[in-house]
Every structure is written in C-alpha cells, then in structure tokens.
C-alpha cells in the first residue's frame, strides 16, 4: 500500500521553529493533503490543509505561526512551525487525498494515504 513518507520533526524550546516533510510518490494537480496532530488521549486535529489552487486553512490554534506548502516538482508536502508552544507536542502526521478540486469536502476519513508520523516535542 503507497505510503506517504515524512522527515523532520525533533524537539525544540519554546518559541523556536521546526519544520516536517512528507513525500509521495505522486501528488497531482488535483488534490487536498493535510497535516493532522494527535496526542495519546486526546483527539486527532487537523491543523493545516492545501488544496491543487493553493488555497490554505489552518486551526485557529496555529494561525499564524505553521505555513503549510506544497512542492509540485518535488511532490513534497511542507509544514513549517514557527513560535512553537509546549502545547504544540504531539505526534504529527500528513495525509493526501487526489482527485478532489478542494479540501472542502474531504473528511478525515476520506484521506487515501497517510505518513507515517513524526513527533514534535517542545519543552518550556
């Protein structure tokens, strides 16, 4: 099964940046990819999504200070973390979903591959 592969990620303090990377095989003009976050117990967030128009959304809890961006040539999907919280620490995973017009309407389960995961840890 295609599998996304993500990079990046580590641990840093509060107020510093990092970054992640998720690789695909193929990504298309035609699609939705996200990044999502889950901490053990709690529920999993989606807290940044582009769609093939460029078009962004991000949770209000990272507005602000995560970019996310996508490298068609490369067929790399990026997430920048900037001013990073330790209530930012969770396991951090992309996810791509082709031949939409929008991330309008794709739910989190309508998402066809998944990453891996990385964990982002921020200490105080």
């Known amino acids: 099964q295609e599998q996304l592969v993500q990079s990046g990620g580590g641990s840093a303090q509060a107020g510093g940046s990092l970054s992640l990377a998720c690789a695909a095989k193929y990504i298309g003009r035609r699609f939705c990819m996200a990044w999502f976050r889950q901490a053990p117990g709690k529920e999993r967030q989606r807290v940044a999504q582009i769609d093939g128009n460029g078009s962004t959304t991000y949770a209000d809890s990272v507005k602000g200070r995560f970019t996310i961006s996508v490298d068609n040539t490369k067929d790399i999907l990026y997430l920048q973390m900037n001013a990073l919280r330790p209530d930012d620490t969770e396991m951090y995973y992309c996810?791509?979903?082709?031949?939409?017009?929008?991330?309008?309407?794709?739910?989190?389960?309508?998402?066809?591959?998944w990453g891996q995961g990385t964990q982002v840890a921020v200490s105080s």
């Open positions: 996810a791509l979903e082709r031949g939409v017009s929008s991330c309008l309407r794709v739910g989190d389960a309508d998402f066809a591959f």
